[in-house]
């Protein structure tokens, strides 16, 4: 098993950058491959990216995040990063972590997931 905690919401300006940290305890993360996603009022829960275990880096992204938000890993630590560059009042969401063990684009394929973290985007 894994345990996730977020952490680095908050309140930004539109057009400004804010970096989320995600932690993870448990089992070794390089087994996990890690994503994020989020989940704005009233709608589902939307995959933004996804580091992909064991392949030397490999990430995949949301079309709406492409250019914008860079998800790094460091295993060592047990850390998971999403920064997010050039952010847009639609970024306005709870930004989750989740492990799973292979990738998927739905949150069917994770099996662990944070508590989440706020971030809004002000215009």
């Known amino acids: 098993q894994v345990q996730l905690v977020e952490s680095g919401g908050g309140l930004v300006q539109a057009g400004g950058s804010l970096r989320l940290s995600c932690a993870a305890s448990?089992?070794?993360?390089?087994?996990?491959?890690m994503a994020w996603f989020r989940q704005a009022p009233g709608k589902e829960r939307d995959f933004i990216g996804a580091?992909?275990?064991?392949?030397?880096?490999?990430?995949h992204y949301a079309d709406s995040v492409k250019g914008r938000f860079t998800i790094s890993r460091d295993n060592a630590k047990k850390m998971v990063y999403l920064q997010m560059n050039s952010l847009k009042p639609e970024d306005t969401a709870v930004y989750y972590c989740?492990?799973?063990?292979?990738?998927?684009?739905?949150?069917?394929?994770?099996?662990?997931w944070g508590q989440g973290t706020q971030v809004t985007v002000s215009s």
């Open positions: 580091a992909i275990r064991w392949s030397g880096g490999s990430t």
């Open positions: 448990g089992r070794t993360l390089s087994s996990y491959t």
């Open positions: 989740a492990a799973g063990s292979r990738f998927g684009r739905t949150v069917r394929e994770y099996d662990y």
